[in-house]
């Protein structure tokens, strides 16, 4: 059971460029949720999505693009990367309201 | 004064000694509480999850909730060097997940 699936676990990009962070999950989970966690910051919510088609922002949205097309997959869209965007970025689901969620291994950008 | 609040440490204990890791809330509508332990280089994990309050245990794991103090503590007992890791609390309020930023633990051999 592979869980919660994040692709790529490294990856550097220059200011300006653009990228895709993917995850995908297996447990059939409607809600999915992206992170970046930063030293003395702690996890901050990005977007979130409660199912197909529905998606909405979190704490920290700036920068960032998300779209839901399938209950599965929940690709996170850096559009012009900054500095300010390097981080460790976490994807997490999770099953019915107020149950715990699952995350993923993450994905370490730095953006030079 | 923020919604959940816990010392980042890094907290260094010997092995073998019990543990208290500690969360304090400000809002006494969060329910469903929460402990994630995260290794370096890898995502939160989910260890203990409870509602109520009084004290929940797995193995060597303990959950304690407060409510009326709005506090919440994790002990782990006969700590192993396995165990060092940062433990975020986390707790549910509307549907809403708000978490720790995380205590450092450091199991000394």
């Known amino acids: 059971n592979a869980g919660v699936t994040q692709t790529p676990k490294f990856q550097v990009l220059k200011t300006g460029q653009s990228m895709t962070l993917q995850c995908a999950q297996d447990m059939n989970h409607e809600y999915m949720s992206w992170y970046r966690q930063d030293p003395g910051m702690g996890l901050r919510l990005i977007h979130y999505s409660v199912g197909a088609g529905i998606t909405d922002q979190g704490e920290v949205p700036n920068g960032y693009n998300v779209s839901r097309s399938t209950t599965e997959d929940f690709p996170l869209r850096l559009l012009s990367a900054a500095p300010s965007q390097t981080s460790v970025y976490f994807c997490?689901?999770?099953?019915?309201?107020?149950?715990?969620?699952?995350f993923g291994n993450g994905t370490r950008l730095t953006v030079t | 004064q923020k919604e959940v609040e816990q010392d980042p440490g890094p907290l260094s204990v010997p092995e073998g000694a019990i543990v208290s890791l500690n969360c304090t809330y400000s809002?006494?509508?969060?329910?469903?509480f929460m402990w994630y332990r995260q290794y370096s280089r890898k995502g939160p994990e989910l260890l203990m999850y409870t509602y109520s309050s009084g004290n929940k245990e797995d193995g060597r794991f303990t959950a304690q909730v407060d409510k009326s103090s709005k506090y919440i503590s994790l002990f782990i007992r006969d700590s192993q060097p396995s165990d060092s890791a940062t433990y975020l609390c986390a707790m549910f309020l509307d549907d809403k997940i708000i978490f720790g930023k995380g205590t450092r633990l450091h199991i000394l051999p």
């Open positions: 809002n006494s509508a969060f329910q469903y």
């Open positions: 997490a689901s999770r099953g019915q309201v107020n149950s715990p969620l699952h």
